[in-house]
């Protein structure tokens, strides 16, 4: 019997929500897998392939997963509008990892056929999904002390300053450098872990 799992039986998941075009075998993905692998708490860690209509990948969380305030999302760039709009939904903790600020007019750009960043997979983005970017991205925030943003300074695709004044009331972490993909990663879960309720479970 795994007496870790069956002790925190009880306990609240990490719900991982991936960027555009990417998957659950990103590098981040990756590696809070692992870590939540090495914890023996895996059964925590959940992390989907989203469908590209945004309110699609909403509903998926949703009906899959059955969210509770519990729960804690984690977003990164596309995924982070997610997270937040399922964070003030459930009343949940969220972090964002270079979250995506107000994406619609930019994602208006890449309509039409794409391919996928971690597989050959072919993708349609759509007007109607702008649309449905449209009607999310404007969400509150409500309780900015439930919210943990990550923004690296040298964000290539989103200015990280838009970031910080979108979140400008949450715990705030602004790393000098890196990249829209984060780079160095590895060095901020425990950051996330201790933020989600999790780090704890290393000392047991």
């Known amino acids: 019997m795994n007496t870790s799992l069956s002790k925190h039986a009880d306990m609240h998941r990490l719900i991982y929500l991936h960027g555009f075009r990417s998957s659950p075998t990103s590098n981040k993905a990756s590696m809070l897998k692992e870590r939540f692998e090495h914890m023996a708490i895996i059964d925590r860690f959940c992390c989907p392939q989203l469908p590209m209509s945004p309110l699609a990948s909403l509903s998926l969380i949703q009906d899959r997963y059955l969210p509770t305030s519990a729960d804690v999302f984690v977003g990164s760039s596309l995924g982070g509008l997610y997270a937040h709009w399922l964070a003030e939904r459930y009343g949940s903790r969220c972090v964002l990892i270079n979250p995506a600020v107000y994406p619609s007019v930019k994602l208006s750009s890449y309509i039409g ?92």
């Not at 969400?139 to 200015?159: K, M, W």
């Not at 979140?167 to 972490?173: E, G, R, S």
């Open 113 to 204: 056929s794409l391919k996928a960043y971690h597989s050959d997979a072919d993708l349609t983005w759509s007007p109607s999904d702008v649309e449905e970017l449209i009607s999310i991205e404007s969400v509150g925030l409500t309780r900015p002390e439930q919210y943990l943003l990550l923004a690296a300074t040298g964000d290539e695709l989103i200015d990280w300053r838009d970031m910080q004044q979108r979140y400008q009331n949450a715990k705030q972490l602004i790393v000098e450098g890196s990249d829209h993909a984060f780079s160095g990663f590895e060095n901020y879960i425990d950051h996330i872990l201790s933020f989600a309720g999790f780090l704890p479970y290393l000392n047991d």
